[in-house]
């Protein structure tokens, strides 16, 4: 009996189950299977925990007159790596302590475009205060 050609079917089936599972996961939770485990109010908690987390945007807007220099360290004396206008609003990832500025020893690591360190003295809070890192 002579033998026929192979379909390619079953293996076009499996590229186009292997496009939806990467697809279903780089689009995020919301497209995601629901946890079988947790009961619906248990994994909408989650969910918005996770989101409020990820989604917790700290901001400030630059009140130096003269505009904020960026730097690569928390120190009055590390490189300058960049600037904002006064009045600008930034986006603030966290604060720790650092050279004092005025009497005011925090610096904020802004998440603008690049990472760089600005002092708080400069920045006054939109909402609430960032978190330390």
């Known amino acids: 009996m002579p033998l026929l050609p192979r379909s390619p079917l079953p293996r076009l089936g499996l590229y186009v189950a292997a496009g939806a599972v ?4 780089a689009a995020g939770p919301s497209f995601a299977a629901a ?18 987390q990820s ?4 901001k400030g807007r630059v009140t130096a007159r003269s505009g904020l220099l960026l730097r690569d360290k928390p120190t009055r ?9 006064y009045g600008a609003i930034v986006h603030i990832f966290c604060k720790t302590r650092g050279d004092n ?3 005011n020893n925090r610096w904020y690591l ?24």
Do not use: F
């Open 22 to 25: 990467a697809a279903l996961t």
């Open 35 to 52: 946890d079988p485990v947790k009961p619906p109010a248990e994994r909408a908690e989650s969910t918005q925990s996770a989101e409020s």
């Open 55 to 58: 989604a917790r945007l700290y």
């Open 77 to 85: 004396s590390s490189r300058v790596i960049g600037s904002k206008p």
């Open 101 to 103: 500025v005025q009497g």
């Open 110 to 133: 802004l998440t603008d475009g690049t990472w760089a360190w600005g002092s708080a003295h400069y920045i006054a809070n939109i909402g609430a205060a960032p978190r330390w890192c």
